[in-house]
């Protein structure tokens, strides 16, 4: 079946023309010049889809996603079912998530386990980083067999003592490994022992409220691991990635190091844009646990958003992604009523990633073109998926969202689709919105309606990270 997308904007990470689209079966056959003689002659016998007036922008890639992730006494509320139809109702049409080995563990049966819980539930298309939550030797050499199955990148913790946590030692010989099999580090750079100190003389002291979560993970601890990181990351030869980034005392050690030319680079995720601890964190009662996050959101007086914005702009961020990672209120959130500890930690928005950025094209802080390239374009090369994923061209998977770019609405617990019982950006209007999703050539939403199906997204073994030099 051929379809044909006309009379939209195609946008590309390196700007935006007229163009109508043609899809053959599963990929995009050609982009063609609106009126051309060929043009009209693929226009007959071909579906054909009205985009006047609309955005025609890459499938959005979300590479962090935390689906049905077993964490602080429970689970993220979103399974692989859930979740990916969310992401596809937000225009993400690819998700890479974190597969988990745990302690005691070996890497090859936890990634077992993640794929079974993936495989025939998935709505788009999904790939998998592996959490090396146990750094043996039989860990490391796994590592190098994983890369060649397509799991190419590799999470490390700094926090969590007794979780997921790394010492220096591991987390040196890990990226020496990754250094010899070109995986991708990734890190959750916090202090975690320090963090742990300091949660539990608030405790003590009596301050059990969700805002000492945020008081307690201090920037300091942030910029130092992220400090650390980078150096461990010099001494064992590997490229690094620091995910979820949210002070901008990080964010100086990263530019500091693109300065000087390592391969290190960094995402940031819409809550630390948008959301800050004394508006969201610290809000009344209980409320503020559903803002509880790690990294935390930061005080707004800092100007920490201001300086996020600017390190999109400059690609010393040069990714976008959500860390999507639910918890309801009622029984999840509640683990922490009494004790800030025990706030699972994760706020949900795999569904907003596209429409939050694309506030930012609205405001004047990113170029339309930017933002293709921070939701889709980028994601993809530095996971290994470009240009299947990423892009509108010749050759590449058909994940195509048409986007009306002046359409006025309010984000809210009920009319989102993720699991939850709250939505963290409950009330937040936004102009834009995702009117039609397809996925390899298949129209997965359109018009309101959800038409895919569960199973329609196939796995993805990915190739290394495209911006190593
Ligand atoms: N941070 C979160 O907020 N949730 C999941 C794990 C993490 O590092
Ligand atoms: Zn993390
Ligand atoms: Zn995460």
Redesign the pocket.
């Known amino acids: 079946m051929t379809t044909l997308i006309k009379g939209g904007t195609v946008v590309a990470s390196t700007g935006a023309a007229l163009a109508e689209v043609l899809i053959d079966g599963e990929q995009v056959a050609a982009l063609l010049q609106p009126g051309s003689a060929i043009a009209t002659a693929a226009e007959a016998g071909a579906q054909v889809i009205d985009a006047s007036g609309k955005l025609v922008v890459p499938g959005g890639v979300d590479v962090?996603t935390?689906m049905e992730l077993p964490f602080g006494g429970t689970e993220a509320s979103d399974d692989f079912e859930s979740g990916t139809r969310a992401a596809a109702w937000g225009g993400t049409t690819t998700i890479v998530d974190?597969a988990v080995q745990r302690y005691g563990e070996a890497v090859r049966d936890s990634l077992d386990v993640w794929m079974a819980k993936a495989e025939g539930n998935c709505a788009v298309d999904y790939g998998f980083h592996m959490i090396i939550g146990d750094v043996t030797n039989d860990s490391l050499k796994e590592m190098d067999l994983l890369v060649d199955e397509g799991i190419t990148s590799f999470k490390l913790f700094m926090a969590y003592p007794g979780v997921f946590y790394s010492d220096d030692g591991q987390i040196l010989r890990t990226m020496q490994q990754a250094a010899g099999n070109g995986g991708l580090i990734m890190m959750h750079a916090e202090n975690g022992l320090a963090i742990d100190v300091l949660a539990e003389q608030a405790f003590e002291r009596g301050d059990t409220s969700p805002v000492n979560h945020g008081y307690v993970r201090r920037k300091e601890l942030e910029s130092e691991a992220t400090h650390r990181a980078i150096q461990l990351a010099k001494v064992g030869a590997a490229p690094l990635y620091i995910?979820?980034l949210s002070a901008r005392e990080a964010l100086e050690q990263v530019a500091i190091a693109r300065d000087r030319d390592m391969n290190v680079f960094a995402e940031t995720c819409p809550q630390y844009l948008y959301f800050s601890l004394e508006e969201h964190l610290d809000r009344s009662g209980f409320d503020g646990a559903a803002y509880v996050c790690s990294t935390p959101l930061r005080s707004h007086h800092e100007h920490h958003q201001q300086e996020l914005w600017r390190g999109l702009r400059s690609n010393d961020l040069a990714v976008v992604s959500t860390?999507h990672?639910p918890f309801c209120m009622k029984e999840q959130k509640e683990l922490g009523l009494d004790d800030f500890r025990a706030i699972p930690n994760g706020i949900g928005g795999v569904e907003h990633r596209m429409d939050m950025i694309y506030q930012g094209v609205r405001t004047g802080e990113i170029g339309l073109a930017r933002w293709v390239e921070l939701c889709a374009t980028t994601p993809a090369r530095m996971m290994g998926l470009y240009p299947r994923k990423g892009i509108i061209a010749a050759g590449s998977d058909a994940d195509i969202v048409i986007y009306d770019p002046d359409k006025v609405w309010t984000i809210s617990v009920d009319n989102h689709h993720m699991n939850m019982d709250h939505s963290a950006y409950e009330g937040v209007e936004v102009t834009g919105h995702v009117d039609t999703v397809l996925s390899r050539g298949k129209v997965i939403v359109d018009n309101g309606q959800y038409l895919g199906r569960k199973g329609d997204g196939r796995y993805l073994p990915r190739s290394l990270c495209q911006y190593l030099q």
């Open positions: 962090h935390h974190f995910v979820h860390d990672c």
